[in-house]
């Protein structure tokens, strides 16, 4: 443990040698596809599969008459069909199924199936689906009485819709079974919850629906919900011939979930000298067409609304609402990153109006061990936001506006020629919840053994935990070296075969998977230390092989009222620093640096450590710059790479890193969850950093060129 030990897979992905799931492949196979709605809400008044089974090479077209099992799954609520019945709620949902032997054969099918629809209004806007009560969650937080102060700043901040972008699209291959089952390999972050509703649909009890995991290209929160997992399994089963499904990349726009879009209204009240008396904030999430993990989502936004801050008066009121918008569930930072975005806005303003500095208002309000929360829990474990705060103001500031044309906001585009460009600085703090919460039964299982081959112990470590890129699998190696000292260790394909898991989201993996790993090959260790004779005498009489759940501690529902209650199992803090340089006459941006401070609590493997960092900035500043779904009326207008834009290697500045241990008693090795918490606070100091710039309030995000050269 704490070496940068090199990951097993990472040369065989930047060689093009990985088998990702798309790369999947069987003789015989034959290709799925899913016709989808063109409209956001309409009856569904005939579907003629006549026309596409009459073309040659399709072996089947199937349709909601044709689901075997249930009609109905969900992540926290069975209430999406596994084929629309007689109606459909968002562009995109999947209408029927086609199975062909090529996949352009069976593109051409489903595009020759004639539906029949009865169009109708959609409700597209979250506040008129509040206004009717379609409602997915209301979770209220109510401390204190006392909303008067000395100086009140109001703000009112929306976010706009995120995708995951994950590179690697939705991709699988089921293959029917001779006992009536389906084997079905797919790149997801949770094998078991997957198995958990793709059998009730199937008609299948879950023995007979295996999962493995197969190689995922990135996940986010995207691949939490299901995405093609049934209509692959009943094609296969339907047709006897193993079925791969993969989504092109307009496909995958509309295949999974995406981040909320955030309305929020803030008032922060202070005393003369910038201390907090009350917070008051409405938090509206736009849920989409069905329930997904919009509950959570809903109760971390609620809980961590006022951020990291001591405040004895809160009134908070987080919405999530149904909409014929695209569905919204899992993507990093949960709830978290769209209030952080408002509470620190707010931040910021309140700093201006005391007549303090951006650093020196969060220091006078930061949590630290022994603070109380919102919610009336209490931080007992290190949080030393103050010290965090203290070493980013710190940390040297880049050199003054570059007059190289290359260095300057837009690049070598020569769109920019140095009239007009500032320089602004922003600071930005998040607050992450680690692992499940509210009560969640969040477990972990692994399965370690110890074995004698080529007369040297080898281990071998089965876990049904999904490696999504965040470098999982060498942790747990890392973990059985250290517990076992043995050098040669195994990491299994993860598959249902052994216990749950749970998911590869909270940031929990390395918790909780980690723990499970550890508790196992401590419960080998003492049979080989009890036995008292070399290891190499014991494994003589066979393998040594134990499985061990491993649970945190235990967290409780917020209550429904109050929003009272210890509904997290580990708080992670990280704070950043923005410096950009903006073109303010055509409203162009280059974020200059970048620096971070961040608690981890134990530094497990510092090169990985280190990517997470940068991959969760990377994606908070494509939030704060860039990244948006653009939906009008229901429906998606940008479903592409040329059009849906992500930061690339040229618009991430360097870095500053300094990565703080100050170690969680409760957990395995200290640790503290670390994928998470740099999407929070990127975005908002980058948004801070533009509003220094220019000197225009900002109020949204992505910020947009003409957000600021037409303002």
């Not at 995958?252 to 929020?264: D, K, N, Y």
């Not at 004895?312 to 975005?341: E, K, L, S, W």
Request: glycine share 10%.
């Amino acid at each position: 443990m704490g070496a940068s030990v090199l990951r097993p897979d990472g040369a065989l992905k930047v060689s093009g040698e990985f088998a990702y799931s798309s790369d999947l492949w069987l003789d015989g196979m034959l290709w799925g596809a899913t016709l989808r709605s063109p409209h956001p809400s309409a009856w569904i008044r005939s579907i003629d599969i006549g026309p596409a089974l009459a073309m040659p090479g399709v072996y089947a077209v199937l349709t909601h008459e044709d689901v075997p099992g249930e009609k109905f799954y969900g992540l926290e609520n069975k209430d999406q069909p596994v084929l629309a019945i007689d109606q459909v709620r968002y562009q995109g949902e999947p209408v029927a199924l086609v199975a062909a032997d090529h996949p352009e054969t069976a593109r051409r099918a489903a595009d020759a199936i004639v539906v029949t629809y009865g169009e109708r209004e959609a409700v597209t806007d979250p506040r008129v689906a509040l206004e009717r009560r379609m409602l997915v969650r209301h979770q209220p937080v109510r401390v204190g009485s006392t909303f008067s102060a000395d100086v009140v700043v109001t703000g009112e901040y929306e976010v706009g819709m995120q995708d995951q972008a994950f590179l690697g699209p939705e991709s699988g291959l089921a293959v029917p079974a001779e006992d009536g089952g389906v084997d079905l390999y797919i790149a997801t972050q949770w094998l078991h919850v997957d198995q958990g509703q793709v059998a009730p649909c199937l008609g299948l009890p879950p023995e007979k629906v295996r999962l493995t995991l197969a190689g995922v290209g990135g996940a986010f929160g995207a691949r939490e919900d299901l995405s093609m997992q049934i209509h692959a399994s009943m094609l296969a089963l339907r047709t006897g011939k193993p079925v791969k499904m993969v989504y092109g990349r307009e496909e995958s726009f509309f295949g999974h979930v995406h981040r909320h879009p955030a309305w929020m209204r803030y008032e922060h009240g202070a005393t003369l000298d910038g201390r907090l008396v009350y917070v008051k904030a409405e938090i509206l999430l736009d849920g989409g067409a069905y329930t997904s993990s919009s509950p959570a989502v809903v109760g971390n936004a609620a809980s961590l609304g006022v951020g990291p801050y001591e405040v004895d008066n809160v009134h908070i009121d987080a919405y999530g609402t149904f909409t014929n918008n695209p569905p919204c569930g899992a993507m990093r930072g949960f709830g978290a990153v769209q209030a952080c975005y408002a509470y620190e806005s707010q931040m910021d303003r309140l700093a201006a109006a005391c007549g303090l500095t951006p650093v020196e208002i969060r220091i006078r309000n930061a949590v630290s061990q022994g603070s109380r929360l919102a919610t009336g829990q209490v931080v007992d474990t290190p949080a030393p936001l103050a010290e965090m705060l203290r070493d980013l103001d710190a940390m040297p500031l880049p050199e003054s506006v570059s007059r190289d044309l290359r260095d300057l906001p837009g690049g070598v585009g020569q769109t920019t020629h140095g009239d007009g460009v500032r320089r602004g600085v922003g600071y930005g703090v998040g607050i992450k919840n680690i692992c499940f919460s509210e009560g969640f039964d969040d477990y972990s299982t692994a399965r370690v053994r110890v074995e004698l081959l080529g007369g040297e112990p080898h281990v071998l470590v089965h876990t049904a935990a999904a490696e999504v890129g965040q470098g999982l699998v060498i942790i747990q190696a890392q973990i059985a070296r250290t517990e076992l000292g043995i050098d040669h260790v195994t990491v299994a394909p993860a598959d249902t075969q052994v216990g749950s898991s749970g998911s590869s989201s909270a940031s929990r993996q390395s918790y909780v998977t980690g723990g499970a790993v550890k508790t196992a090959c401590e419960a080998v260790r003492e049979r080989i230390e009890k036995d008292g004779r070399p290891l190499e005498v014991i494994l003589q009489d066979g393998p040594i092989e134990e499985t061990r759940e491993y649970r945190h501690r235990r967290t409780f529902p917020m209550d429904p009222v109050t929003g009272q209650g210890d509904s997290h199992t580990q708080l992670a803090l990280c704070v950043h620093r923005a410096v950009v340089d903006v073109d303010v006459e055509l409203g162009l941006v280059k974020v200059v640096e970048l620096a971070a401070v961040q608690d981890v609590g134990k530094i497990l493997n510092p090169l990985a450590l280190e990517g997470q960092i940068h991959g969760g900035t990377a994606q908070g500043l494509g939030l704060a710059l860039m990244e948006e779904i653009q939906v009008r009326d229901g429906k998606v207008l940008n479903p592409s790479f040329t059009d849906y834009l992500i930061p690339t290697i040229l618009d991430m500045p360097p870095m500053q890193l300094k990565i703080l241990e100050n170690p969680d008693p409760n957990a395995p090795y200290g640790l503290r969850g670390a994928g998470e918490p740099p999407t929070l606070s990127s975005t908002p100091a980058i948004a801070a950093a533009v509003r220094n710039a220019t000197g225009l309030p900002l109020s949204r995000v992505p910020i947009r060129p003409q957000d600021i050269a037409l303002a």
